[in-house]
């Protein structure tokens, strides 16, 4: 790989991440390892590989919602650019939604997704470990009717 298509490849699994809301769970689950973890506040445990389908699946029922990357990549190699097997980036993402059990208030959530991402045997990265590190906050506003 030469190092824009590193660049780009980071970008794409990073993006194919975001996808959560847009994209159906069979095809967001392509973008990890089969030993993924993602290491949630929610899920201090960590949701491995097997349990990122009904991760989506529960999340994609949660709508109006919106996750998004907010701001730039933040990417450390190890080991040689072009041929490292191991990526590390810092991504800051916004997360909102109206939480329809909570009086429609406005829910935020913003912060950083850690990602780890690995080079395969066949010169692929997939996302190995996402850690979220989030803020919240609840603004209780009641949204008009029909908007």
Known sequence: MNVETIDESIEKSI?????????????????FTNDAVWYHPKFPDG???????DFCQMNQQTKPALFRQ????????????????????????????????NNNSLFINSGFEY???????????????VVEFFNR???????PPNN
């Open 15 to 31: 993006e194919h991440l975001f996808s959560l809301w847009t994209i159906p769970c069979s095809e967001w689950l392509m973008v």
């Open 47 to 53: 949701l491995k590989y097997n349990q990122l389908l």
């Open 70 to 101: 907010d701001g730039q990549i933040k990417l450390t190699i190890s080991g040689n650019r072009t041929s490292s097997p191991l990526y590390h980036a810092m991504v800051p993402y916004l997360y909102g939604q109206i939480q329809n059990e």
């Open 115 to 129: 990602i780890q991402l690995i080079n395969n045997s066949k010169n692929q990265l997939h996302i190995n470990m």
């Open 137 to 143: 906050a609840s603004l209780p506003f009641v949204w």
